[in-house]
């Protein structure tokens, strides 16, 4: 058997009023959202070079690995330590 649909639909009930329910704020957490996340956003022409994250991953990996690879050359070849 089949229920009939609601008269309620989009309304509060009675005993609330929308004055109690505080104001309503748009994007209310959206920069803490933003502070918490790490996602970037590439350049489309960026973006075209890598089909997807773990691709990207492995150059950053790559780059790193050279960067810190020349940073050791070149402390070791001015006697920094």
């Known amino acids: ?12 009930r009675p005993e609330y009023k929308r004055s109690d329910l505080g104001e309503i704020v748009r994007g209310k957490y959206a920069s803490r959202i933003k502070d918490e996340t790490n996602v970037v956003l590439l350049e489309p022409d960026i ?20 960067a810190e690879a020349s940073t050791r050359l070149t402390r070791r070849s001015s006697g920094l330590r």
């Open 1 to 12: 058997m089949k229920k009939g649909k609601s008269s309620m639909l989009d309304e509060l």
């Open 47 to 66: 973006a075209e070079a890598f089909p997807n994250d773990e691709a990207v991953n492995k150059a950053l990996r790559y780059l790193l690995e050279v």
